[in-house]
């Protein structure tokens, strides 16, 4: 499909909106995207984030896929965001399209448009860019309109948003995605359930027309895999305003709360020097004074030392500092942070999850009370004064004593500031309700009602006594949303859809999150959410057993059963769990099962 020239035709609604800005596609880039390459193979993609734009800016997947996907032969690629509730208004009001960010192009002129789910509460934000941007909202309607693909977590468990989804790809996109687009570039012109019956065939593709199983693709090891040469720098300051290169993939921990722990299995490193090579490109070509990097826990990476010594001299040559997301309980993560953070010494953020050490036990944290202690004691000593600690309510096996032990980690944290000195010492506690979530050892579990997570939260709270200690809760309505979205069957979709048509719009927000609109389109869907926050049977059919992550089910199986006995299961790269990945030596003999 052939680009026309296009001004932005967005700019006379400009002064309406509020933070203009996410719509001017003011943006730059390395070397630059725009050279026209449409002939009659060209296939043109278009990423599209179900989230605004400054929080689709900080989506490092598509700062990736998009360069990726340019480079390979006759692929175009664009981007789009979704417009807040007022452009949205004003786009409908003067009958305008949603356009992409970069070239301006109807999203109905694409040949493919490709979301990544990275959040239930996004769903409905999906059918706002399919409905702005010309295409119907469900497969079945579509005849001459792009292919619409999905990926992300939310492609692990796919059912809800099955019948708004042409393809869904399941795994890693530098895999996933070259075959499904040569797939389409070769039926072109072919009837559109004769396409999708192709991609259907492709590893790694999920096509709800044709439901069948389908197994998680992925790169077995990073060397050689792609890398980006720059990222595309906007121009208005987004959430991560950073450089950001990904070190390793995959976590061997073994959280057993977090989906992301088994669907990025297995653990695999990029060697150091591809890692200071690429942030040195990546600094000097975007003019970013910070640089992230990024993986699912950055301490963990083995080479982690070796790249900062080597990096040191550059990062101070060009007054560039070093970021990492998320810092283990430990001294070790505290030095390395002291490291990172010379000058500025603004706040460190600790996940102990839990509040006493039986309950990490259970979801198999592996930090104990000393280590926790001792990351604290150090960070005071190192001249932090922020502190925040994020915990989670309502975690399998969970009683009083939990709870109580979440007020008491954190009063413990004040004490240690106060005999560090440190007068102006402030902890911050955020505590989540616990969604349960597919392919995850508690996929089984039941999830707390609303008012179980108001409950505890209200108890939490006024248990909060000392000035130096603050305590916020995540809203109860959302995590119960997410949760019935998180584990819920293709039924939902009418739901979902339903609840779009009442309004509902950026459910992640809590300034346009309404719970009633959902409440009414289950009912009039004469659907109970709560069957879908039930506990499971252990042998009962899971909607999302179709897709297989290569963990088995009988391994998270034995990991909920550990839970339930507080038995801690090794870090994987030290004994393999026998996980079904078999990607390490010989497993230990695994009893239980
Ligand atoms: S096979 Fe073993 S080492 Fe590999 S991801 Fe699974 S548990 Fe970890």
Request: hydrophobic share 40%.
């Amino acid at each position: 499909m052939l680009f026309p020239e296009f001004d932005n035709p967005l700019w006379p609604l400009w002064s309406q909106v509020s933070r203009p800005s996410r719509y001017s596609g003011s943006e730059w880039r390395f070397p630059r995207s725009d050279v026209r390459r449409e002939g009659k193979d060209t296939l043109s993609v278009c990423l599209a984030f179900p989230d605004v734009y400054e929080i689709g800016m900080s989506y490092y997947g598509f700062q990736v896929l998009s360069p990726f996907l340019s480079g390979l032969p006759d692929v175009v690629v664009d981007r789009a965001y979704c417009p807040w509730v007022d452009m949205e208004r004003l786009l409908r009001e003067n009958s305008l399209p949603l356009t992409s960010v970069e070239r301006s192009i109807p999203l109905s002129q694409f040949d493919l448009v490709g979301f990544t789910l990275q959040h239930e509460l996004g769903y409905t934000n999906i059918l706002t860019m399919l409905d702005l941007g010309g295409i119907p909202l469900r497969w079945e309607a579509r005849d001459e309109h792009p292919i619409v693909v999905a990926g992300g977590p939310g492609a692990f468990a796919p059912e809800p948003v099955a019948p708004f989804i042409d393809a869904f790809c399941v795994g890693e996109g530098e895999v996933v995605f070259p075959e499904l687009l040569s797939t389409l570039r070769k039926t072109r012109g072919a009837r559109r359930e004769e396409r999708l019956a192709e991609c259907a065939r492709l590893p790694g593709v999920y096509v709800p027309a044709f439901p069948h199983p389908v197994r998680r693709q992925f790169l077995p090891s990073l060397e050689g895999a792609y890398l980006p040469d720059s990222m595309i720098v906007p121009s208005v300051s987004v959430v991560h305003d950073r450089a950001a290169l990904e070190v390793f993939r995959g976590c061997s921990r073994g959280c057993r709360f977090c989906q992301a722990g088994t669907t990025n299995r297995p653990v695999r490193e990029r060697d150091p020097e591809t890692v200071v090579d690429a942030i040195e490109r990546l600094v000097r070509r975007t003019g970013w004074n910070e640089a992230g990097l990024l993986s699912l826990a950055t301490c963990d990476y083995s080479a982690i030392d070796r790249v900062i010594e080597m990096l040191t001299p550059l990062l101070m040559k060009e007054g560039v500092h070093l970021s990492l997301p998320s810092l283990r309980m430990d001294g070790f993560s505290v030095n390395l942070a002291a490291r990172l953070q010379k000058v500025r010494r603004g706040g460190l953020t600790f996940a102990p999850e839990a509040g006493t050490q039986r309950l990490r036990d259970v979801i198999n944290k592996g930090i104990d009370e000393e280590s926790i202690f001792t990351c604290l004691d150090q960070a005071f000593s190192k001249g932090w004064d922020r502190i925040k600690l994020y915990f989670m309510m309502g975690l399998p096996t969970e009683t009083e004593e939990d709870l109580d032990g979440i007020v008491r980690l954190a009063q413990s944290a004040v004490r240690v500031a106060r005999g560090r000195k440190r007068k102006r010492a402030a902890v911050s506690v955020s505590v989540a309700g616990f969604v349960p979530k597919a392919h995850t050892p508690f996929q089984w579990e039941k999830q707390n009602t609303i008012e179980e997570f108001k409950e505890k939260g209200r108890y939490l709270k006024s248990r909060i006594k000392d000035k130096a200690l603050s305590l916020k809760y995540h809203e109860p309505e959302q995590s119960f949303l997410e949760g019935v979205l998180a584990r819920g069957d293709r039924r939902l979709a009418d739901a979902i859809e339903l609840a779009w048509r009442k309004g509902a719009r950026f459910d992640g927000w809590s300034e346009t999150f309404d719970l009633k609109r959902w409440l009414d389109a289950f009912e009039e869907c004469a659907l109970n959410p709560a069957d879908y926050t039930r506990a499971r049977e252990r042998d009962e059919a899971l909607p999302w057993d179709l897709v297989d992550v290569g963990v088995t089910k009988a391994f998270l199986w034995r990991e909920r059963c550990a839970a339930y006995d507080a038995r801690l299961t090794p870090d994987c790269r030290v004994a393999c769990g026998a996980c079904g990945l078999n990607c390490a030596t010989p497993a230990p003999e695994v009893v239980g099962l």
